[in-house]
């Protein structure tokens, strides 16, 4: 048996042990994996650092095989089908801009408490539903501007946060959305002509398809192209929408809510309410009752109210975002700023 396949079983092996672990963390073998690997990789953010460089390692590896398997293996099979625009502008430019995307994307960070005194993000307003004011961070000890949220890999309060991207280790938020998006939509342009481009040209000469190099191009841009381009819709979705991938989940519990028949408002002025939840111990029926009790939607608030005036909230019209500017180029042009 080569010594390879040795290798590969001990891999596998370690897998296993390492996937099996929380599940029987107290046997003897699965509690030292649960123990010395199992959480320190997955469980503390404090540990292992190196850990996070993985994924980005894992993507730039992918990305240099790719180009290396069509200028030394490919390009020879096609490039007469190829424009001369093709090979001297189109495909440098498109692979130039997606390593720098990633690189700028990787390495500038967003807007956070430890490195502004003055966040330049402290001009969104508390919209007194997902954020309110003097709110403390419980690891930060600062209070939270509107729209920040903690991290627990940068540890730090991320100004306009939309999540940790695993690809590049880094928090997407106020700073970084503008090289974010390019990244994605470099990716996205990269993948998508590449294996269209290669589909056009395999028609013409179809012994081309029995070729392992370009085989295995087709499947790779075939596949991410399509990974890549479904993420990058929902991304873009929730811009159009005026909202981050942070707040979708907070929008989604308040609606939660409001489908239970548990999220009221109180007339503050005119045009100003404030939003509470009706308590989880009491049926729906409760809502408007003079002994109904209930909690201010802000989680940092533990205090029973009683109100007199609550009206409930049918429906999602009713609850404003105060984040979205009306459109999908306000919204974008505002959180790439």
């Known amino acids: 048996m080569p010594v390879s396949n040795y290798v590969f079983a001990l891999i596998i092996l370690q897998i296993i042990l390492l996937l099996l672990s929380p599940r029987f963390r107290r046997i003897g073998v699965f509690q030292f994996y649960y123990r010395n690997v199992y959480q320190p990789l997955f469980k503390d953010y404090s540990t292992y650092k190196w850990k996070y460089y993985l994924v980005p390692l894992l993507y730039l590896l992918l990305y240099l095989y790719m180009v290396f398997l069509y200028y030394y293996n490919t390009v020879y099979l096609v490039k007469d089908s190829l424009y001369l ?101 470099t990716n996205c342009t990269v993948t998508t002509y590449g294996f269209l481009r290669l589909i056009s040209i395999v028609l013409k ?80 029926q409760y809502m408007g009752s003079s002994d109904a009790k209930y909690y201010s939607t802000n989680a940092y608030d533990h205090t029973v109210y009683t109100l007199k005036n609550a009206i409930k909230v049918e429906s999602a019209e009713e609850i404003p975002n105060i984040y979205d500017l009306g459109s999908f180029w306000e919204n974008i042009k505002d959180i790439c700023s």
Request: net charge positive; hydrophobic share 40%; aromatic share 12%.
């Open 85 to 185: 625009v093709e090979n001297l502008f189109i495909l440098p430019s498109m692979l130039a801009a997606t390593l720098f995307s990633g690189i700028m994307t990787m390495i500038t960070q967003p807007e956070n408490l430890q490195r502004y005194q003055v966040p330049s993000s402290k001009h969104y307003a508390f919209d007194n539903i997902l954020y309110y004011p003097n709110t403390i961070c419980r690891t930060c000890k600062i209070a939270k501007p509107a729209r920040s949220k903690h991290c627990n890999i940068c540890n730090t309060c991320v100004f306009v946060s939309d999540h940790h991207c695993v690809w590049m280790n880094n928090c997407v938020g106020k700073g970084t959305y503008k090289y974010f998006y390019l990244f994605l939509i």
């Open 205 to 284: 000469s179809r012994e081309l398809i029995s070729r392992k190099p370009v085989l295995t191009i087709l499947i790779l841009t075939g596949t991410f192209s399509i990974i890549v381009i479904t993420f990058t819709y929902l991304q873009l979705s929730q811009i159009n929408d005026g909202m981050t991938t942070n707040e979708k989940d907070k929008w989604f519990t308040i609606q939660e809510f409001m489908r239970e028949g548990r999220l009221a408002k109180v007339k503050k002025s005119k045009d100003t309410y404030s939003w509470f939840l009706l308590d989880p111990d009491l049926d729906a």
